[in-house]
């Protein structure tokens, strides 16, 4: 797998980060992957974008993003339908099939042409809401695992997933929603790689993820850049190095 984590503090916000602190944490998530073997060389300064899974909102990081994946031999489907939206954000693979999140940042026709893409899976819509996208409080955390947060909002989103899905799934349940946003890796020599906010940020939530016993668990501050709605999987893209 090839892991590309960009943080580029070069987006102007007003919400108080202080972005000089963003960069330790960006160096230090870096810096632990290299240490289980993720290749974060090839995509490293793709684009000035913070959320890399949301580059689609700048010209400059869509262009960017499109050239490197070329140069990785992946194929480019380009969506030029200007009616449709889709935000990585909402997109949540399980590895079975696809969840898309109706939000501000996706609508019916961004996951219909998501659908058309990937005919060999099925697509299934759920409403979002109280947040800014599905995997704000839904990541998957492993196979068939699904991460989901505690709130009410997060609670009826899963339900409408599971209620859509011929799959069966098993829930990590976590006290905060913004806990429930995190990456897992699936690396040969380490097994289950599973990168979470830290227990500074989250504490009873990080007690739940030491309840995955067979996973090497990898805590990653993220407090800044959540100011901006800046989850860890905002700043990821997981390829397949075998695709």
Request: glycine share 6%; hydrophobic share 40%.
């Amino acid at each position: 797998m090839f892991l590309a984590q960009i943080f580029h503090a070069v987006v102007n916000f007003s919400k108080n980060v202080v972005w000089r602190k963003t960069v330790p944490e960006h160096n230090l998530s870096q810096e632990l992957l290299e240490q289980f073997c993720f290749n974060l060389k090839s995509l490293r300064r793709i684009s000035k974008a913070v959320w890399i899974d949301e580059s689609d909102l700048h010209a400059e990081g869509v262009n960017s993003v499109k050239q490197a994946l070329e140069k990785l031999n992946f194929n480019i489907v380009e969506m030029k339908d200007e009616t449709a939206t889709l935000d990585g954000g909402d997109v949540l693979f399980t590895g079975k099939e696809f969840f898309v999140g109706l939000s501000s940042r996706t609508n019916q026709r961004g996951a219909q042409i998501l659908a058309d893409v990937f005919k060999d899976y099925a697509v299934s819509t759920v409403n979002v809401t109280g947040t800014l996208h599905l995997k704000t409080f839904c990541t998957m955390a492993g196979p068939d695992l699904i991460a989901i947060g505690s709130s009410m909002d997060a609670e009826r989103t899963l339900e409408q997933m599971l209620g859509l899905s011929d799959h069966s799934y098993s829930t990590l349940k976590l006290p905060d929603d913004e806990a429930a946003n995190c990456v897992y890796l699936n690396s040969p020599e380490k097994g289950h790689v599973l990168l979470h906010r830290t227990a500074k940020e989250f504490p009873e939530s990080a007690k739940v993820f030491k309840s995955l016993s067979n996973y090497t668990l990898i805590p990653v501050s993220n407090t800044e850049l959540a100011k901006v709605d800046g989850s860890l999987t905002c700043c990821s893209i997981l390829l397949n190095k075998g695709a």
